[in-house]
């Protein structure tokens, strides 16, 4: 599958998807149409009970057949949002982000009664806003997200991570270094998992972005360990560190550079940290050509 | 300061009993060994009951149209009395419904409390078809926690011949924990074919990733390195979406593969990159795990050279 061209996306701003998600927000599902069925049901029998004929006797099982029709389409409808919100997530694992924030944007209204996969598309669509640069609408996102969540759900300390880092990203530095503060004791219990991952790579940009680059080769030693849940996202925070030792004239630029062009591309790291144009010339991994040709 | 809970009482085979009097009041059951006649005869009489709810509804309507007009508000009574038994059944199975949405993530934390719940679900004796069935499901995804995968491969199999129609990813999970089971016990015929089902069924993003990750196994025992590495670049795509350490074990897998298909830079770049996603603890934890490392080259095997 080749990347479409995106040159014509327009990402929205802060307002736009505010007002989107504030038209979008979930609601309960009505209780009428809950109880409607069984309402019809008392109804028919009642006038089964209390008429005579043909059609007294028959329209009970009219009403039975035509209620079941009803929940089988029901039920259908709800496997094709179903369906719909997983491509949308889909979408955003392949990094196609235009594309997930597109069909996601289009999905919203019609995942209202469906709490859970309006949220997870919410965040989907929050993680999206980040990687095409559209940060304060990125953190409009993450917030009605958490102001829905329970404070203490893991869930919710992971947004608050990620909009953390968006808030460095955009060089909102009081209210990161806030959030920073604040989640320190409650990211502990979770240390090997990727919230305390994502914990750590938010502190080496904080680091990064506020210039103390000797500070953050402080945490060298364990970087990797800290970072392996993220899985190739440790990257990142590879090549931060990279930045940090070649700021200071550090030995092992070359080192942590290597590790990070060995699971993700340089384009794609300076893409996301375009501080890191300033490593660009440092020796990257080289993919071998085999897999190119196998 | 807070009590401290005492753990809970563990009845199984393997440990001893526990004669505490909480312990002899409240046992944890164990399901017994998958039985599958005693499966089929449930279903069967499941079926029997659904079937002659039906006929016997349908028979009153017809019996109740030709009757006398008057007499039409006693087949409708008998049929609101056989749609209340049946409403009776579902009551039943909606317990088990509750317990069915709960008990995945209870497999994945507390295994034998899994078991306990599982089986007081699976004894109850009148269950609506699809609950029994997604029961059983949920039974062989204990089995395979506990790797236990002749039993998980024998659940998969005969479940696979039914329509479960309720939940439409289960189809796929089954012929998923079928492969990695029939895997596991050597069953090199099994795995084809669920490998073989599992091309024919369309897949979600993470199932593709799992079934890659299955299939890549399968062709090192095999002995194809080559058809390992190729598309590789693909595969390690796909292998990218999955969690650190099943990432970096398929890696190393891939690297097993390059090595022995006289591809030694390719395999050195596999596992450095094996190394960074999982470290040596963890790869070591997996490989006794699967032990996709340890698995005898064919060719080298047989005598012969690739």
Redo the contacts between chains.
Sequence with gaps: MTKPDNSSFTPPTAEQIGERLQQCAPQQASRFWSIAPLVVLGVVAGFTFTSSGILAALMPFVIVIGLMFAMGWRVRSLRRLEQRAVRVQELAMMRYDVQALRLGWRLLPQLRTLHELHGRTVAVMAMCLDQVGAYEAAIVAYDDLIMRLPSDHPTTLQLVIQRTIVQLMCDDLTDADDALRRLRGMVEPFASTPIGASYHLAGLLQQVQTHHFADALDHAENLVEQLRPLGIDAGYGYALMALSHYKTNGPDADTWWSHATMLLPPATLIARFSQLGAIRDLTPATMPQTIGKS | MTPETPPPPDISPDSPPDNTPDARSHPRLICPPFDLRKLRGHLFIDGLMRWGAGIS?CAL?IG??LMD??S??L???M??IIAGLWIGIGALSARSWHELRQLPQLIEIDPQLAEHRLAECLARRFLQRPVRLLLHHRLAMLRHRQERYAETAAICRELLGYRISAA?RVHTHLLLMLAESSLTENDMAGTYTALTQLHRVKL??TEKAQRMALQTRYEIEMGHHQLV?????DK?QLA?????SQ?GAIHAMFAVA?QRAQ?P??SQ?LN??AL????NDQLAILNHQIGFLDIPDPAYVSGSTI
């Excluded at chain 2, 590495?229 to 670049?233: D, S, V």
């Design positions: 509804v309507v109740g149209s007009v008057s039409a508000w087949t409708t009574a049929v609101f439409g979600t993003l590495i190729a598309g590789l670049k390690i990218e979406l999955m969690p650190a990432c390059a591809h830079a390719l770049w450095e990159r960074l996603l999982c470290g």
